[in-house]
T-cell receptor
Framework: KNQVEQSPQSLIILEGKNCTLQ??????????LRWYKQDTGRGPVSLTIMTFSENTKSNGRYTATLDADTKQSSLHITASQLSDSASYIC????????????FGSGTRLSIRP | SAVISQKPSRDICQRGTSLTIQCQVD?????MFWYRQQPGQSLTLIATANQGSEATYESGFVIDKFPISRPNLTFSTLTVSNMSPEDSSIYLC????????????FGEGSRLTVL
């Protein structure tokens, strides 16, 4: 069964600290993996996309990694800011088709001053 | 990218009534979708809105409950019919601009509360 599991479910850290969010998937065949950020009351916004052959991709203070062998991805946030408080959703595409997308349940990140 | 406007942004409705949510995109897009996000849950695809033909519904969703219109390549509506408290969710319109990347762009969502 195609599944995307994220951990932790929620996380609270102090402003300025780093954190890492995890994503394990059993989706096959795999096309690409995205991390989305969803602010409260807003729609999700894409942070990074990674294909099968990519190991690391950065977007400012966000760095995503992918291990296609173990089917794991992580999102590392450096020097967290209050504006990083949001849900982070791991999304896996099967065929680069939007109708074949599996969403993780998300990690709720709270940054405290 | 795409700018997607949804209306209403939120509403409180009575059981048994229906509500229509509108989605307007600032450019012509081929692929448009409607998602539901229940409280504390992940996003679930309701249907693909097809321009000029009936929408394609995912398992567990039916046209009588969630009728969808797509009169052109920039606009779609989703109606939640005969609502019950279990329909309380955020409903999100989404589009794919470039099929080769498959990146989804989302509207701000419509938060629906059914009493």
């Amino acid at each position: 069964k195609n599944q995307v599991e994220q951990s932790p479910q929620s996380l609270i850290i102090l402003e300025g600290k780093n954190c890492t969010l995890q994503c394990n998937y059993t989706v096959s065949p795999f096309s690409n993996l995205r991390w989305y950020k969803q602010d409260t009351g807003r729609g999700p916004v894409s942070l990074t996309i990674m294909t099968f052959s990519e190991n690391t991709k950065s977007n400012g203070r966000y760095t995503a990694t992918l291990d296609a062998d173990t089917k794991q991805s992580s999102l590392h946030i450096t020097a967290s800011q209050l504006s990083d408080s949001a849900s982070y959703i791991c999304v896996v595409n099967l065929y680069s088709s939007a109708s074949k997308i599996i969403f993780g349940s998300g990690t709720r990140l709270s940054i405290r001053p | 990218s795409a700018v997607i406007s949804q209306k209403p942004s939120r509403d409180i409705c009575q059981r048994g009534t229906s509500l229509t949510i509108q989605c307007q995109v600032d450019s012509q897009v081929t692929m448009m979708f409607w998602y539901r996000q229940q409280p504390g849950q992940s996003l679930t695809l309701i249907a693909t809105a097809n321009q000029g033909s009936e929408a394609t519904y995912e398992s567990g969703f039916v046209i009588d409950k969630f009728p969808i219109s797509r009169p052109n390549l920039t606009f779609s509506t989703l109606t939640v019919s005969n609502m019950s408290p279990e329909d309380s969710s955020i409903y999100l319109c989404s589009v794919v601009v470039q099929a080769n990347t498959g990146e989804l762009f989302f509207g701000e969502g419509s938060r629906l509360t059914v009493l």
